[in-house]
């Protein structure tokens, strides 16, 4: 589809009625009201690719109002607006930049569609990433390479880190966990926009992430996330990315009794029947446990919204993370949980002054600052994911992200640390 509204000379846009059996409004006698009304056209998921994709719209809406939309300006049908067009469109949306080949930061346009995306309506929940499809297309202009369930490969350790944003999300069946797509609600991601700027973001990736992320599915071998012989990053080829740096636990908080070498996938997997279909990352990471301290209600602030503060072996603040869907009450306090490592927090960012990086405390809501440090010394909180396992304990699913302190590791409940292969379901 795609390429049918990139290169329409002009899509007409249905923004009304229950299917898509229904009649154009306004077209039929006795159909339009002479009365204008105003008309908002950013709800559903189906309009986004038409939007993004096609240079001219001519959009019928509820009310029998007629809109022609083109990239410099926007008309209504029967108005004296038309000599003076809205103001904000004759600028580019943030949206339709986000899809302009660009060398600056694409990793930021990912985002703006994401969250963009995910904050529409969707009539029916399984057409989550078919109706993707088409916006994934423009955005490999700006992120060369394969996406795995909506996500880019070429940044995966970033792009992984999102939450809900302003509302705790919703499990959406057939879909991974570990994606957002396989979940209800607007998403956001969880990496501030200084830090998506490609060059520190390039940076980051190479020095700071160290899992081999691997994807299977049914009967088939695990294959890899990213190859490192696409020889490509963020803006085209370049050779630095032959010697990366990551994929190495020993230089990034490992315990001394630890053996991280081990990050080959196991090829062959009997898995259980109710997984058989299921999109499961594998991968090699350090597990933890640790406490489940005090759940708290975020009664509408975004940035506290059903999270759950990390407790140590002695009862000292872990770290917190921010809780999906309803899978734990206040009755889950004082029990313990696993914990899996993703990457380094980056607070050291060039060129930007005054970010920390910050996880919530205690009962009163003090939050933890991360020191300020030089760029040669070591990071002190890492990016966790709270997974919740099946009765077998081998598939596991994303239940929770956040942040927990490097020393923790050293503090976690028994049996300890442990390097161990994950599947994410």
């Known amino acids: ?23 154009l409004p306004g077209v039929r006698p006795g159909t339009r009201d002479l009365m ?11 309009a986004l690719p038409e939007q993004v994709g096609s240079p001219r719209q001519l959009v019928f809406t509820a009310d029998a109002g007629v809109f022609f939309k083109c990239a410099q300006a926007e008309w209504s049908l029967f108005t004296v607006d038309d000599d003076y067009p809205r103001v904000d469109a004759s ?14 930061d694409p990793a930021d346009s990912y985002v703006t569609v994401m969250e963009e995306y995910t904050g529409r309506n969707l009539t029916n929940s399984a057409d989550i990433l078919n109706a993707f499809n088409t916006l994934e297309f423009f955005l490999r202009k700006v992120l060369p390479g394969r996406f795995k369930q909506g996500i880019p490969a070429i940044a995966f350790d970033c792009f992984i880190l999102f939450e809900g944003h302003g509302a705790v999300l919703e499990r959406r069946a057939g879909f991974p966990s570990w994606s957002w797509v396989g979940w209800k ?11 998506r700027a490609t060059s520190f973001l390039e940076d980051w990736l190479k020095r700071r992430t160290w899992i081999v ?3 299977r599915r049914r009967w088939h071998p695990p294959v890899p996330v990213w190859h490192l012989k696409d020889n490509t990053k963020m803006c085209g080829p370049d050779e630095d990315w032959d010697t990366w740096e ?12 630890i053996d991280p070498s081990e990050t080959e996938p196991t090829e062959v997997i009997a898995l259980p029947p109710s997984r058989c279909t299921s999109h499961l990352l594998q991968f090699w990471t350090l597990s933890i446990h640790l406490t489940m301290g005090r759940i708290m209600q975020g009664n509408g602030h975004i940035e506290i919204l059903d999270r759950a503060l990390l407790l140590d072996i002695g009862g000292e603040f872990a770290g917190s993370v921010a809780l999906d869907g309803q899978y734990f009450t206040k009755e889950d306090y004082g029990k ?23 996880v919530y405390r205690d009962e009163d809501m003090d939050v933890y600052e991360g020191p300020v440090t030089r760029r040669d010394e070591r990071y002190d909180l890492y990016w ?12 596991a699913e994303r239940r929770g992200l956040g942040q927990i302190l490097k020393k923790s590791v050293a503090t976690s409940l028994a049996p300890g640390p442990a390097w161990k292969e994950v599947l994410l379901a």
């Not at 990139?6 to 299917?19: F, K, M, R």
């Not at 600028?91 to 600056?104: C, N, T, V």
């Not at 313990?336 to 910050?358: H, M, T």
Request: hydrophobic residues 40%.
């Open 336 to 358: 313990p949980v696993e914990i899996i490592l993703l990457s380094e927090v980056a607070y050291e960012v060039p060129n930007f002054d005054g970010y920390q990086p910050r």
């Open 213 to 215: 992320w691997y994807y």
């Open 384 to 395: 966790a994911m709270l997974i919740q396992r099946d009765e077998d304990g081998m598939v």
């Open 36 to 46: 204008q009304q105003s008309e908002d056209l950013g709800e559903g998921v189906r």
């Open 246 to 257: 990551g994929f190495s636990f020993r230089d990034h908080g490992c315990p001394s009794d």
């Open 185 to 195: 609600g607007k998403v956001g991601s969880l990496v501030p926009q200084a830090l």
């Open 91 to 104: 600028r580019p949306s943030k949206l339709s930049q986000a899809f302009e080949p660009s060398d600056e």
């Open 1 to 23: 589809m795609y390429m049918i509204y990139e290169n329409a000379l002009l899509t007409i846009v249905a923004a009304a009625g229950s299917d898509a059996n229904a009649d």
